[in-house]
């Protein structure tokens, strides 16, 4: 029995994970990241130019541009925290966020207070609900509607509390309203797109899933006729040859002995290989095999240590993320196919690593991987690549493994 056991597979491939657009699509949300500061730069543009507007209606202009630098800083934090290569956005990010975003509108709320004509054209609620358009990307629904709640609460709150001073004299709850619903409104359209978007991701995992297991035994017949056929092979390229040479010559000779112990274990070794192949293994040699290296020469080399089968923790989602970063190392221009190797250790927390001698990589191909490596990080994988000389290292392992 191995150290990996079936506990620990259900433990790390069923762990709990937001169901969120950026966790369950991360390379359609890396391709919307440029939405996250344009708004940001929308919001801020639209918060000087009302600030502009209400001059002579400030009570305190350093207060006013002051709001104007936090919702600066929140925006900043906003566009670098979403990067992709700094996935996945947690609920403390966004809660920073919006906590300094909400406290800049209540500022410049406070800067125009009593003096303020109407609440039509302050920027606080038209950027807090900016800003919550993009946050449905990154964070679940609910969590960006209790944010959206507390803030057209505040602003709402604020803007009600104004009311004896404003130009327009009518009931509070018409303020309220007034402030509030941007907020409410705007959160609740990007909530219904990512509510769309996740529903459509899920419903098409599920059919994907039901192909897969229609596909299982087709596919483990196949496997099975795979393994036949490479050691027919074997038979034929040397066992045969010999025994036919036994035949035609009618004698055995000590050097035979030699000869027919030596393919007896070949065919030991290339039988038990077929039967221990891991996943891991097998995706290299694959990948390899597009290089028009022989898949029988790559399992031949040891490429793959990983003797308690730990790629079995993997999701489907990792491993298609991972097929994928093995497939792009595989296809580097000066790669020594040789030099590949897949290391996994600490049964615990899996953490693989990956190896490899390739000269300088192309800067597309450079970015093929920081991708991979960013998506790997949203699906729950801590994933880092770094590279010295002509060598190349990307590890990913379980976040709990790692040393924080």
């Known amino acids: 029995m191995t150290a990996l056991d079936d506990a620990t597979i259900v433990r790390l491939r069923s762990g709990s994970f937001e169901r969120t657009p950026q966790r369950l699509d991360p390379l359609g949300v890396q391709s919307a990241w440029m939405l996250v500061p344009l708004l940001c730069v929308v919001a801020v543009g639209y918060a000087v130019y009302s600030t502009v507007q209400h001059a002579h209606q400030l009570r305190d202009p350093a207060l006013a541009y002051s709001a104007i630098v936090l919702l600066v800083l929140a925006g900043i934090a906003f566009s670098v925290r979403a990067h992709p290569a700094l996935a996945p956005f947690g609920r403390g990010a966004n809660l920073s966020v919006m906590a300094v975003t909400l406290i800049a509108a209540l500022a410049f709320t406070a800067a125009s207070w009593g003096r303020n004509l109407r609440i039509q054209d302050d920027w606080g609620q038209i950027a807090v609900a900016l800003f919550l358009i993009a946050m449905p990307l990154y964070r679940p629904i609910s969590e960006v509607m209790g944010v959206a ?9 604020s803007s009600a509390l104004q009311g004896p001073s404003l130009a327009l004299v009518t009931s509070p709850v018409v303020y309220f309203t007034v402030s509030a619903t941007p907020i409410v409104a705007l959160a609740l359209g990007g909530c219904g797109y990512a509510w769309t978007m996740t529903g459509e991701t899920l419903a098409w995992r599920q059919v994907a899933k039901r192909g897969q297991a229609e596909l299982d035994t087709e596919l483990r017949e196949t496997a099975r006729r795979m393994v036949g056929q490479e050691q027919m092979s074997t038979l034929n390229e040397s066992t045969v040859p010999f025994l036919a040479d036994l035949l035609r010559r009618g004698e055995i000779t000590q050097a035979d002995t030699a000869e027919a112990r030596e393919l007896a274990v070949r065919l030991r070794d290339g039988t038990v290989t077929a039967v221990d192949r891991t996943w891991l293994a097998e995706r290299l040699s694959h990948a390899l095999a597009q290089r028009g290296l022989d898949q029988r020469t790559t399992r031949t080399l040891r490429m793959v240590d990983d003797p308690e089968r730990l790629d079995r923790v993997l999701s489907d989602e990792q491993r298609a993320i991972v097929g994928a970063i093995i497939a792009t190392v595989a296809a580097l221009p000066g790669l020594d196919p040789a030099s590949v190797r897949i290391v996994a250790s600490n049964p615990e927390h899996p953490a693989f690593e990956l190896t490899a001698a390739a000269g300088q990589i192309p800067r597309d191909q450079r970015r093929a991987l920081s ?34």
């Open 149 to 157: 709640v507390v803030s057209a609460f505040a602003l709402g709150l």
């Open 371 to 404: 991708a991979l490596l960013s998506s790997l990080r949203s699906v729950a994988m801590d994933a880092s690549m770094r590279s010295h000389g002509q060598h190349i290292t990307i590890r990913f392992a379980d976040p709990e493994g790692e040393n924080r």
